[in-house]
């Protein structure tokens, strides 16, 4: 006879960092109470005060260990890309080696369902096909042609492989969902929006008429695809005139334009000194808790368009905060255009500029597209709306194991 639910779930991470990470972290605490466990096993990247979070979610049951990234690494360099491939595997022992400690460590952990909480890693997979156990792949990003993500499988095939590879397959937006809903047997895919503990986001309080407004960007400047130049020209576009200082919060190898090296960072410093910015820019770095960065935010801006979800804009929603986004991606799914926020076509920096002065030059518009994103956030991106929809596929999983190999 079957569970009706799993008592101990393995999470399988590509990372201790970014917001698919702290989104399993606040789904494994809100799971307990419901009296699931967990236990990780992540790839070791991350800084240690996020593995240091997953270790706490985890009351210590965690490894970091290297596992394979099997999405083709269309990010880097051409000439690149066979180095990256035959390092990853030395260090995995060509895949076999990852998944044989992934599937050691749930027999260890008595785990009796795997979730691989992002679609880059197999191991979840493998573990869970050598054990007989129920499988939840968790696609929390944009994959297929033209697509930030490439599989080595793609279209019918990909969804052939899937549904011999796991119970269910969840997406994290109903964008995620559109692009692999075709190639799936009917039945396979879930969706269900990722959540945050709201209690952690206090709404802010309102900034002074007349003080300088800070308008920002969140997202490590060693993250290319989240276009930090269209910010920047963005910012370029905006009235002078108006009492602004534009932020951008995140990891910044070039410590504000001050160590070269990084050609991106260079760059994006490079373009800032070219349009006269520099004075109205500052970078704050690195911060861990983004209830700290959101409470000294006015504006948020989010102008990249190949976001699956966009965890930062429902973590400005839930302090009040309006955002200027584009239509794309799970961006323009989160905000309501001239209700929680403003939204423009992707790519366009003078219609970001047009959203930014227009939020700037109007205290109660500001208020109102706040108070509407924290409604929106309180009742669709709750960590409590998430976890019930993760439990419910849980238990549906638990009679689907996966077919021992």
């Not at 792949?137 to 011999?164: K, M």
Request: glycine share 10%; hydrophobic share 40%.
């Amino acid at each position: 006879m079957f569970k009706t639910q799993p008592k101990k779930v393995l999470h399988v991470l590509n990372s201790a960092s970014g917001g698919a990470a702290l989104s399993t972290v606040g789904l494994m605490e809100s799971l307990r109470e419901q009296g699931i466990d967990a236990c990780a096993v992540c790839h070791d990247a991350g800084g240690q005060s996020e593995r240091d979070l997953l270790s706490e979610a985890t009351q210590g049951n965690v490894i970091f260990t290297p596992l394979y990234w099997w999405n083709r690494k269309n990010r880097a360099k051409a000439w690149k890309r066979p180095l990256i491939e035959v390092n990853q595997l030395r260090r995995t022992g060509f895949k076999r080696g990852s998944a044989a400690k992934v599937t050691r460590f749930a027999q260890d952990q008595q785990a009796d369902l795997i979730h691989t909480n992002t679609i880059c890693t197999p191991e979840g997979a493998t573990a869970a096909r050598n054990l007989g156990l129920p499988h939840v792949w968790h696609l929390r990003e944009l994959v297929g042609p033209g697509r930030p993500f490439r599989l080595p499988l793609e279209g019918r095939s990909l969804g052939q492989y899937l549904a011999q590879h796991c119970s269910f397959l969840v997406a994290n937006s109903n964008v995620t969902a559109s692009i692999v809903r075709d190639w799936l047997t009917d039945g396979l895919l879930q969706v269900v929006p990722n959540g945050i503990d709201l209690s952690r986001f206090p709404v802010r309080q309102t900034t002074p008429e007349g003080s300088k407004l800070v308008v920002a960007m969140v997202g490590s400047i060693s993250s290319s695809w989240k276009k930090h130049p269209l910010f920047v020209d963005a910012a370029s576009h905006v009235d002078p005139s108006l009492n602004i200082e534009f932020r951008i919060y995140g990891h910044d190898p070039a410590q504000g334009g001050t160590v070269p090296g990084n050609a991106y960072a260079d760059a994006l410093h490079a373009q800032i000194d070219r349009l006269g910015l520099r004075q109205r820019f500052a970078f704050p770095g690195f911060l861990s808790d983004p209830v700290e960065i959101m409470s000294r935010i006015d504006i948020l801006v989010h102008q990249a368009d190949d976001e699956s979800f966009g965890r930062v804009i429902v973590e400005a929603m839930a302090v009040g905060i309006p955002v200027v986004g584009v239509r794309g991606g799970g961006v323009g799914e989160i905000i309501i255009d001239g209700e929680t926020g403003l939204l423009g076509p992707p790519n366009d920096a003078a219609a970001l500029a047009k959203g930014i002065e227009t939020l700037a030059r109007d205290a109660d518009q500001r208020q109102r597209m706040g108070r509407a994103g924290r409604k929106r956030a309180e009742s669709t991106y709750s960590l409590e709306s998430c976890a019930a929809g993760i439990l419910k596929v849980y238990q549906a999983a638990m009679s689907r194991p996966l077919r021992r190999q």
